[in-house]
């Protein structure tokens, strides 16, 4: 490469102006980095809940994040609408009916797509590792333990 090239060349980078991040209209397309996700851990201490859309309580649609903390996993219940899951990371695992029994659950690892179909007991959580789960559906988003069918 010749000295002209090469003064040529940092002449470039030296004029080029810094790379910045560019302004968007919020209202034509939204976001949120991970910085902006706010996780709020549930009563009994076995998960941490973000809602990134909508409101869950309420009717209409809804996105939440869920973060399973290890060893913990929900009793037999079902839910009032369907509800579609996105396995995030870990490894995500799921029983069906009214006996709660963690050894006969099946993985869902990451990358797994998830249904869980209205009026349906089933039961899910982590088991020795953090798992994070994106469900949405239509709220009210409401949970109903498997005895009080």
């Known amino acids: 490469m010749s000295v002209r090239a ?3 060349a ?3 980078l030296v004029a080029a102006p810094p ?13 949120k980095t991970p910085a902006d996700i ?11 809940q973000a809602v990134l859309f909508g409101d869950p309580s309420k009717p209409g649609p809804y996105v939440v994040r869920i973060k399973w903390l290890p060893g913990n996993m929900s009793r037999p219940h ?7 899951f996105v396995v995030l990371s870990g490894t995500w695992w799921m ?3 009214e006996v709660f029994d963690p050894n006969s659950t099946v ?3 990451a990358g797994s797509y998830v249904i869980h179909y209205a009026g349906k007991v089933h039961y899910d ?3 020795d590792e953090e798992t994070v789960i994106q469900v949405w559906g239509m709220g009210p988003a409401t949970s109903t333990p498997a005895e009080k069918r």
């Open 10 to 12: 940092l002449a470039v």
């Open 38 to 48: 706010k996780w709020v851990r549930n009563a009994t201490g076995t998960n941490e």
């Open 19 to 31: 790379a910045v991040a560019g302004d968007i209209d919020r209202t034509a397309v939204d976001f």
């Open 107 to 109: 993985p869902a690892p």
């Open 125 to 127: 959580g982590a088991k």
């Open 6 to 8: 090469i003064v040529f």
């Open 78 to 84: 079902f839910h009032p609408n369907d509800r579609f």
């Open 95 to 97: 029983g069906t009916g």
